[in-house]
């Protein structure tokens, strides 16, 4: 049986709509709300929520130092150096794949903001008074007073480009603190590394000043020295977050190199504005923490010597390593 060419139009486009069902149940449902996602975010293990979604159920069922995902029950561990726990969904970075997904879905459905209370018109005035996106009708019927600062889309882009610029600028800044920011953990790294030197050469002074010692002792001088081996610098290990955070930097300046005039123009703007406030406090916060460490003893190993060993060399133990960086 042949079909027509409106027959197979009206198939294909079937199909088309039955797989953007299929994509937007199995893939762009937030499993909190039970709608689709608006700003997700992906925890460690995988698994994607709302950011308004994950901050309310981390706030109400997290510990201090974590939370259970919602799927899986598998223990998140708090981001690094956050106490609020309001402000731990912030952290986790956003599931790109996802928005992308959901924006495709969009335009393929044709979501556009519309003027539900005057016929479908498009919302392509912004009301900067009330903060809200309005259509023509309403915009001259409801937003001519002298308090109501009304304009068009163009008019409003025009008037924030001296801030988008300033967003530009504080962002290149931030680029740069993470950058320091990683080079100061390195340098941390280091001054780890030479105190496991250095370490190393008190217990080779040690094995200098022993004439006559035990088999048992040479051994656990030996034990001690292959601990300095294996030991690791775990504690300050911020190179995670902070390349989060720059890989998150470099994508709103992209966003804001491309922002042009249109209907999400300000929740683009007024969310980067809102990032760019969060991160100028984590790094400044970070800055001088590891700056805090760098003076403090937290950054070396050292080796704790048994006083009674150093006394008469006999067959106590010789002593024993302490990783400052463990605790």
């Not at 049986?1 to 027959?7: A, E, K, L, Y």
């Not at 953007?20 to 995988?46: A, H, M, T, W």
């Not at 409003?156 to 530009?168: A, S």
């Not at 105190?195 to 217990?203: H, I, R, T, Y």
Request: proline fraction near 3%; aromatic fraction near 8%.
């Amino acid at each position: 049986m042949s079909h027509t060419f409106s027959d197979r139009n009206k198939f294909r486009k079937t199909d088309e709509e039955r797989v953007i069902k299929n994509v937007k149940e199995d893939y762009l449902i937030c499993s909190i709300c039970i709608d689709q996602f608006v700003d997700p975010r992906v925890l460690p293990c995988g698994h994607s929520f709302c950011l308004t979604c994950l901050t309310e159920y981390i706030d109400k069922s997290a510990n201090e130092e974590e939370f259970a995902c919602p799927i899986d029950r598998q223990n998140i561990q708090k981001p690094f150096g956050m106490k609020d726990s309001k402000r731990w969904a912030q952290y986790y970075p956003p599931a790109t794949f996802l928005r992308t997904l959901v924006k495709a879905v969009e335009i393929h459905e044709g979501t556009v903001p519309t003027c539900r209370r005057h016929h479908g018109r498009p919302r392509e005035f912004y009301c900067a008074t009330d903060d809200v996106l309005v259509c023509s009708e309403c915009a001259v019927n409801e937003h001519r007073s002298e308090n109501c600062d009304c304009t068009t889309l163009n008019d409003i882009y025009n008037r924030r480009k001296d801030d988008i610029q300033m967003l530009h600028s504080a962002l290149n800044g931030q680029e740069s603190c993470v950058h320091q920011l990683i080079t100061d953990q390195y340098r941390l790294r280091e001054l780890f590394l030479e105190s496991k030197s250095s370490v190393k050469c008190e217990l080779d002074m040690v094995r200098d000043r022993l004439s006559v010692f035990y088999e048992s002792t040479s051994r656990a001088l030996d034990e001690l020295s292959e601990e300095i081996d294996q030991s690791e610098f775990t504690r300050y290990n911020l190179e995670a977050q902070l390349d989060s955070f720059s890989k998150d930097i470099s994508e709103m300046k992209d966003e804001l190199k491309d922002l042009k005039p249109s209907i999400d123009f300000m929740d683009i703007l007024q969310r980067i504005e809102s990032k760019v406030d969060y991160y100028g406090s984590e790094l400044e916060d970070i800055s001088s923490f590891l700056k805090e460490c760098e003076k403090s003893e937290c950054a070396r190993i050292q080796f704790v010597p048994n006083t009674s060993f150093m006394g008469i060399l006999d067959e106590y133990s010789v002593g024993s390593i302490v990783n400052h960086s463990d605790n």
